[in-house]
């Protein structure tokens, strides 16, 4: 079992930035597929990156890409999501999430796919 906790959330103007970490027990954490999600009020939970096991693939939704940066560094059991330019429109709860199914673009972008989340964490992006 893997227990997920994130950090670096707050309060941000537009432009600004901010690096979200997910830091995970357990010694399997290197087997997972990593994802990123967020979640705004009165909408879907929808998803924002994913990392392979070996970090060797990133995914991003169009939303983000080229503003979002996941990484993972597994001697640290930890997944980090650098934010910059930041939008009024990427407030949500971020969320990070650990599967050991997700194999293909549409394994990550899939919520069900992923076995274990975490508590998330606010990030509030005013303009």
């Known amino acids: 079992q893997v227990q997920l906790v994130e950090s670096g959330g707050g309060l941000v103007q537009a432009g600004g930035s901010l690096r979200l970490s997910c830091a995970a027990s357990g010694r399997t954490f290197r087997s997972y597929a990593m994802g990123w999600f967020r979640q705004a009020p009165g909408k879907e939970r929808e998803f924002v990156a994913g990392?392979?096991?070996?970090?060797?693939?990133?995914y991003y939704a169009d939303s983000v890409k080229g503003r979002f940066t996941i990484s993972r560094d597994n001697a640290k059991n930890t997944v980090y999501l650098r934010m910059n330019s930041l939008k009024p429109e990427d407030t949500a709860v971020y969320y990070c999430a650990a599967s050991t199914w997700a194999n293909y673009y549409r394994d990550y972008v899939t919520a069900s796919k992923y076995d274990y989340w975490g508590q998330g964490t606010q990030v509030t992006v005013s303009s």
């Open positions: 990392i392979s096991w070996s970090g060797g693939n990133t």
